[in-house]
């Protein structure tokens, strides 16, 4: 089952696109522009929840006429906000997971703006042992911080 984000027909589940499996039941949060007739779909994000307090993001995609304006990295701090002030999330982990053109240096640069270390899915603070081995064997370079 797809779900449909009005002007966002082209979510896919984080498994379609090569994340862990985990990151399907996550919560999608969807940056929205006001336009003068209606709101137009920039971009989501998605997170998940795989142990207190400690988050499992990613799976974001920007429209392709909003790119190159800083929109990604605002839907990504937006989303760490309200997953410490709503969520009461303590720490954030990301899979870089490169889709459409981008390169995992370009992720790179981005997540270490935003305050990320690499820290490997073994390195995952507060995450139980088979958690950190299902991200282990998405092969994704995995990325976090604290908050």
Same mark, same amino acid.
């Given at each position: 089952?797809?779900?449909?984000?009005?002007?966002?027909?082209?979510?896919?589940?984080?498994?379609?696109?090569?994340?862990?499996?985990?990151?399907d039941r996550g919560m999608t949060f969807v940056m929205l522009h006001?336009?003068?007739?209606?709101?137009?779909?920039?971009?989501?994000?998605?997170?998940?929840?795989?142990?207190?307090?400690?988050?499992?993001? @990613?799976?974001?995609? =920007?429209?392709?006429?909003? +790119?190159? *304006?800083?929109?990604?990295?605002? $839907?990504?701090? %937006?989303?760490? #906000?309200?997953?410490?002030?709503?969520?009461?999330?303590?720490?954030?982990?990301?899979?870089?997971?490169?889709?459409?053109?981008?390169?995992?240096?370009?992720?790179?640069?981005?997540?270490?703006?935003?305050?990320?270390?690499?820290?490997?899915?073994? @390195?995952?603070?507060? =995450?139980?042992?088979?958690? +950190?081995? *299902?991200?282990?064997?998405?092969? $994704?370079?995995? %990325?976090?911080? #604290?908050?």
């Amino acid at each position: 089952m797809r779900r449909e984000v009005e002007g966002l027909s082209v979510h896919r589940y984080a498994s379609e696109k090569g994340y862990p499996n985990i990151m399907d039941r996550g919560m999608t949060f969807v940056m929205l522009h006001d336009m003068d007739c209606h709101k137009h779909a920039i971009g989501y994000t998605t997170a998940t929840e795989i142990d207190e307090g400690v988050f499992l993001v @990613g799976n974001t995609w =920007v429209d392709e006429d909003s +790119r190159g *304006h800083g929109y990604h990295a605002d $839907l990504l701090k %937006w989303r760490n #906000e309200e997953l410490k002030e709503t969520f009461g999330a303590t720490h954030i982990y990301t899979c870089l997971n490169p889709q459409e053109g981008v390169s995992v240096k370009q992720l790179e640069e981005t997540v270490s703006k935003l305050g990320y270390k690499k820290v490997g899915a073994m @390195g995952m603070k507060n =995450v139980r042992l088979f958690l +950190r081995v *299902h991200v282990l064997c998405s092969g $994704l370079p995995v %990325w976090g911080k #604290e908050l």
